[in-house]
């Protein structure tokens, strides 16, 4: 039920309003991103599910012929990679969409078939030709990109530092791309439960607006402290819930819990502790009205 709550409560694509500020090519890297984060996550036995649960609540739609507000993010976007002119008109640059779309050919047979053996808990066939040939439709040309995907499509083969890198890398993109997306949950646990993240790796995804944010870029290092460096995203995320006043998932209250332990330490500490907390919020107030 956790994973199924995070679909509806976490999206990207929750209303058509939201998808103005994507354009034709952002949806294309956006769904790329989304299918390599599926890749990574059903080759782990304790995710698979999670996988499979996202692709049946993909696939249940027949067709992507309508923007649908109770859909996962990869079917919107499929929706708008696919979609006729009223489709592109959602978009942000309209015209700029028409005839992206118009030279785009979608391999959409090979999309659904890859989604619903995964739906169904099987074995993709010719996953790597299927993001071989999205890339060259897509035009995604990042090399970092690329790299992720012959790594997650041959986990198997890959070495241990190889896949450390790989899911970094892919972390790093979908905190970028993907920031409020209905799967950067499951990535994020997965690489935390796993120790896939790996500080070798240099974020060079460049920063991006955050919609609805209520932390800013500057301020991240000061959480990440508090929080450390696995559990920053997720405490974000905790963050946001918490000002909506929505339902936290377990794995996302998780991530806050180093923070919680400082708090138990200085209410442990008595009252000179707690007032000089309380005091601390004052003078920071103070600061951040200057």
Request: net charge positive.
């Amino acid at each position: 039920m956790d994973f199924i709550r995070e679909i509806q409560e976490a999206r990207m694509t929750r209303t058509e309003s939201n998808t103005r500020r994507y354009s034709y090519r952002d949806c294309c890297e956006r769904a790329y991103l989304i299918l390599l984060v599926l890749e990574l996550m059903r080759k782990f036995p304790s995710y698979s599910r999670a996988a499979s649960g996202y692709a049946r609540s993909t696939s249940r739609f027949t067709g992507y012929d309508i923007f649908r507000a109770s859909a996962t993010d990869l079917y919107n976007f499929i929706y708008f990679i696919v979609g006729d002119d009223a489709a592109m008109e959602k978009l942000k640059d309209a015209e700029d969409a028409k005839r992206v779309r118009s030279n785009t050919q979608v391999p959409l047979m090979a999309i659904n078939r890859y989604v619903s053996k995964i739906a169904a808990g099987q074995e993709p066939t010719a996953a790597s030709e299927l993001f071989i040939k999205l890339e060259s439709q897509f035009r995604i040309t990042s090399s970092s990109y690329k790299k992720i995907r012959r790594t997650v499509t041959n986990l198997d083969r890959a070495s241990a530092r190889d896949i450390r890198e790989a899911v970094t890398k892919l972390l790093y993109a979908a905190r970028a791309r993907l920031r409020s997306s209905d799967i950067i949950s499951d990535l994020e646990t997965l690489a935390a439960d796993k120790n896939l993240e790996t500080s070798r790796v240099k974020d060079k995804q460049p920063t991006l607006s955050r919609p609805d944010s209520v932390v800013d870029n500057e301020d991240l290092v000061f959480l990440q402290k508090l929080v450390g460096q696995q559990n920053l995203f997720l405490a974000i995320k905790y963050i946001e819930l918490s000002q909506q006043g929505k339902p936290i998932p377990a794995n996302v209250a998780r991530a806050f819990d180093p923070a919680i332990e400082i708090l138990v330490d200085i209410v442990k500490g008595g009252p000179s502790s707690v007032g000089r907390l309380l005091q601390l919020q004052k003078d920071a107030k103070r600061r951040r009205k200057r």
